[in-house]
């Protein structure tokens, strides 16, 4: 049925709105896709569902290809199974909980591992039941601190979740696999460019788990890629860790007055200013030959406040070259399931050990330097600070900072932590050469859980042998209105949204325009021709709406193609426009049919 | 693609479930369609979901028909919309309420009346604009207090909620009609048979309002009909008002001594054993020439507790005559928007002058019977006690009762009021005829709204001479899992669910039977040669399943045609099951494939 814009549930707005923060936002809301209800929540106006139902549509057709099958979960589940997962707990405040009319727990779920697990639990007993892979499409709810940038982080969006189910690794690699293919179908489909990067944990080892980025400029996560083909979230880089230096025969540390020296940059004026130059070899393995002092030369401590999930707090103090900073997400990571922060005023108060600004090399058991108590706080280095670099450092003391103190003769750590940032020009940890930083957005996610889920709900099966055997999970996920998203955020220019033709919400916007029945009968014509070739078609027929209207509202809907009806219709003559080149051609009607349908 | 069952995930259960209360919970279970999740709560299965977009695209297709569009709302929803309509209070404890990490009020929407109205509102402002007609198929929440007979009656469940928005009463009429049609192909289409019955509240006048019922004996709804064509559910009945009577020479009312008859029955009992048998003309209308006393001779004064929206509490005297009772429903909409329930001991002990058990006409100024004393209690009358009744009722002193006490001369009430129950033979209002009282569930309901909502919520646009005018809605709703568990109800036999075709999960189910390869060979060619010819396949392919498990599991499952390919494959004959009928004709493959095309 022709959709005709005379009837069409849609009001295209001239402004902004006030509270769209990015491009995707801005446009669905002007063109009548989506209209916000509250922070993070949207309701789908007739053309946005239509984009919507065609991304889904496509995920079905490839996760059908892939053998998985649909289900779908409620939104509003109970308590228990995520507490025996222990996520009830450790969502945080980032979940919706609430009561049912009987003080009964519920939660909106915001993924849905725990439900999964045990339908297969409840249903499935024997190996010869597996592989299974199950989905869903389905709205979930999470309770964003800070919901922005439209359907880019909602609090109720849209996911595709799969999850499969083996009972040997190497079944759980072919099931990886394939939805790892479906993925790259799935994109290839959708004409979204991305970059499959590794997001394992490093150093905890464990299993595959992949991210697909969008590569673009303007894309939130920041991930890592060398030119021989290494590609990383910055969680998942590891350091390459340097040879050991030789320590015989390097100079002796010397303690030095540095007053009011408590950021490295104070304290590489107060160096530059007041020392001598660095001697080649003594100082941090990456300033070699350097003839001033700069951050590199020095070992920044930062102390970190872990909170476990016993809830006790522990202080940690880690030291990193001065010329890295903490990098949140890698700091998560390395301590998880701790979760981390900047020590707070209290806890220098708490350990009047730690002198701000001064910190230097520290142990569990005492200072390096200073008094030699028992503190009781750990020192985790940097995998760089390796036996025999020499570095200016924090004496413990105030006002005052060391140099020439050596890893390995004058301090060591109680361990080695991930948690410094990447850089630009960083080995790749494959030997591909040196990494650069990139940025992108997260498309989608395929993630080996392991058994995880399955031993924690109790998923066994009868393994050939008739002996119970855990199962082994994967999960799989994409965020369909995060891809929407993500699309329109890649698809527009200055006069509205450009919509790959995968997607987009129509396959032709026919504009009748002027006042001239001839050049409505004849676009009614083409409307009927073009959806008896089975076309999808909106038709702007309103009657008293000037030509420039007409345009600007089918430029910023932004199907791909655009067929105009109007001065020309007496000689049976239309334009056909292409909406993402611009490119406008006057024809005869059957040739413009013979084209949208070839 | 053809489904196979070696692969597809389905477990069929033997065992009832035990929390199954009704058919169609049981078998959707035990089939495989669903999987409950927590009270009033279910997953979909495949089979299931197959089943669901079957209705919701036939629901679809229709709405299209009938012009309107598809839109999708959240179902998490902040509280202020529902508090500017009251509902936020009014829906008691039936929602939902949660609160997000910075405190604000949310609901999970069980209708969204308010956020459609405020969407109109948002975009539209001009008669131009209107019609219209908008449309969701949407996950809603109730917090049922008690969720019972599966997917009947969900805390969970799928809904299709249309609107429609007019300027004029003329338009809403339109519209009305317009929706309701396409309820009508709905329900044709999907096989169900229907009845329109009137949910108008008559004593309150007010707008339109039908529901559909399926007539059904084991229906939860009650609802009365006249072979007329009168068709009305229990709260739209209006009582047909007899005329009044003469009130001139009836005998004068006698107080008699009635000890221990609180109720009717003790009450007729002490009539026939006591009293002279009931002159003609002399007791309630429908009584004439009885020569017994019966409960219709009597009027049964019954307390009610009425609850206002304010919060306060009114105790009112509700006469009806004794052989009807008080009809919860029809009370309920009788005195809407206040709640309604019983009296309870302390109403009685805050109330001296009514008398347990004795109670007899009451005015709100005072007694008719015993101290003439204002009361404060309004006395409300069933439409049947008109002037010139004469009736047994209490005295208002313990122990004693009246006869000949007659309605116009002895005692007037504050008002008429329709709380008894409806009995079979009553006239209908529109002459139709007498009414018998039949059983259905309910499967759609029509309604004019008006314009509360659009009054409330400020919902105006501009009509011809440039006057702001309130817009007038209409609400149309179906509840898709609810026609889902009710056309399960009514489509199965003692081995399982038997589909219509329009909403079967499935067109055929092919079992391939034996150990002979030719058998799988011949069922896979006819699987391929079905699903070319557009039709949708699960082939029961299970290497080594049992025939009889196969058939079972077929049966179960309630595909409505079944292909056997087993003993005849060599031959290339096959068998053809009608699932409904049980009918079972063995045929050439090609001959079957012909006939399940045709």
Redesign the interface.
Known sequence: ?VTRLS???L?TLREDPADAEVTSHRLLVRA?YI?R??PG??????LG?RVKAKIEQIIRDEM??A?A??????????REPYEASGRWESYG??I???Q??KGAD?L?APTHEE?FTL?VK???SSYK?LP?A?YQIQ?K?R?E?RPRAGLLRG??FTMKDAYSFDYTDAGLEVSYQTQRDAYERIFQRLGLEYVIVNADNGLMGGARSEEFLHPTPVGEDTFVRSAGGYAANVEAFTTVVPAPLPIDGLPEPVIFDSPDTPTIATLVDHLNANQAPPAPGVAGPATDGEATWTAAHTLKNVVLALTHLDGTREIVVVGIPGDRDIDDKRAEVAFAPAAVEAAAAEDFENNPLLVKGYIGPWSQTGAVLGEESATGIRYLLDPRVVDGTSWVTGANIDQKHVHSLVAGRDFTGDGFVEVANVLPGDPAPDGSGPVELARGMEIGHVFQLGRFFAETLGLKVLDENGKLVTVTMGSYGIGVTRILAIIAELSNDEKGLVWPSAVAPFDVHIVATGKDAVAFDLAEQASASLEDAGLEVVYDDRPKVSPGVKFGDAELIGVPRILVVGRGAPNGEVELWDRRSGERETMALHEAIARLTA
Chains 1, 2 share one sequence.
């Open positions: 049925m009837h069409f549930f009001r009548g209209r209800q509250a929540i949207f309701a789908w106006l007739p569902l059908a290809a053998g099958y649909e289900v779908h979960f409620p939104a509003l589940l109970p405040d980032s919706f909980r609430l049912d009319r519920y909106l439900m339908l409840d249903l499935y039941d299974l199950i709205d709810y309770d601190a609090r109720e």
